[in-house]
Nanobody, 125 residues
Framework: QVQLVESGGGLVQAGGSLRLSCAAS????????MGWFRQAPGKEREFVAA???????YYADSVKGRFTISRDNAKNTVYLQMNGLKPEDTAVYYC???????????????????WGQGTQVTVSS
């Protein structure tokens, strides 16, 4: 059974930093993309960042230059370093993974196969 478990969320002041982690179990994702989405209250889940199998990172315009996605294949883990946090970054952050290397655009939730339960990030002004 595949599980994605997020950690690292919390409350931080505007301008601060947090590092989210997502540990995968049940299978290895070394050959598949992994990513992060977020969902604010009353809004749809939106793409934040994705990282391909070997290289290649992709970001939403709203987080470019502030967030960095990385992965440690030996640990089957993906990270999201978030700097310069803003109140509008407040949301539940979800880890996502694909079953394989293909699958279309990273930006759509329907193209991802596995999801974590989410971790809350709250940025105070």
């Amino acid at each position: 059974q595949v599980q994605l478990v997020e950690s690292g969320g919390g409350l931080v002041q505007a301008g601060g930093s947090l590092r989210l982690s997502c540990a995968a179990s049940g299978r290895t994702f070394n050959s598949a993309p992994m990513g992060w989405f977020r969902q604010a209250p009353g809004k749809e889940r939106e793409f934040v960042a994705a990282i391909a199998r070997i290289s290649g990172t992709y970001y939403a315009d709203s987080v470019k230059g502030r967030f960095t996605i990385s992965r440690d294949n030996a640990k089957n883990t993906v990270y999201l370093q978030m700097n310069g946090l803003k109140p509008e970054d407040t949301a539940v952050y979800y880890c996502a993974a694909r079953a394989g290397a293909g699958g279309g655009s990273y930006y759509y939730t329907r193209t991802w196969d596995y999801w974590g339960q989410g971790t809350q990030v709250t940025v105070s002004s």
